[in-house]
Nanobody
Framework: QEQLVESGGGLVQAGGSLRLSCAAS????????MGWFRQAPGREREFVAR????????NYADDVKGRFTISRDNTKNTVNLQMNSLKPEDTAAYYC???????????????WGQGTQATVPS
C-alpha cells in the first residue's frame, strides 16, 4: 500500500509563509502525479495543486495561483508546497495525494497523507 508522510504546517499570521512537504516511496514518486488538497471545517476537500511525475507540469486552483508553488525534490522523493501571502481563508487541513487526474473533478487517488494543519488567524 502506498504511503505518504507529510510534514510542515503550523500557525502563521496573514501575509506570512508556510512550507509543506510530502515524502513518498520511490515507486510512488516516479509513477503518480503528486498533489495537495485541503479541507476547511464544514467544507468539502478541494484541490490545491498538482505536479506530474516526469515532465513536472503543474496545475493550481485559481485562488492559490501566484501565491503557492508546488515542486519536486528528486533527491528525496519529496513534493513540496510553498505557500506565500497566506490569507485567513487558506486555513485548512492540507492533505498530500498521489494518483491520476488530481486536478479534475473526479481524481483517481491511490494514497492520501495523514493531513497537516495550516492556520492563518483573521
Amino acid at each position: 500500500q502506498e504511503q505518504l508522510v507529510e510534514s510542515g504546517g503550523g500557525l502563521v499570521q496573514a501575509g506570512g509563509s508556510l512550507r509543506l512537504s510530502c515524502a513518498a516511496s520511490e515507486r510512488t514518486y516516479n509513477t503518480y502525479s503528486m498533489g495537495w488538497f485541503r479541507q476547511a471545517p464544514g467544507r468539502e476537500r478541494e484541490f490545491v495543486a498538482r505536479i506530474s511525475p516526469s515532465s513536472g507540469v503543474t496545475n493550481y486552483a485559481d485562488d492559490v495561483k501566484g501565491r503557492f508553488t508546488i515542486s519536486r525534490d528528486n533527491t528525496k522523493n519529496t513534493v513540496n508546497l510553498q505557500m506565500n501571502s497566506l490569507k485567513p481563508e487558506d486555513t485548512a487541513a492540507y492533505y498530500c495525494a498521489a494518483g491520476f487526474q488530481l486536478q479534475f473533478s473526479s481524481p483517481s487517488v491511490v494514497a492520501w497523507g495523514q493531513g497537516t494543519q495550516a492556520t492563518v488567524p483573521s
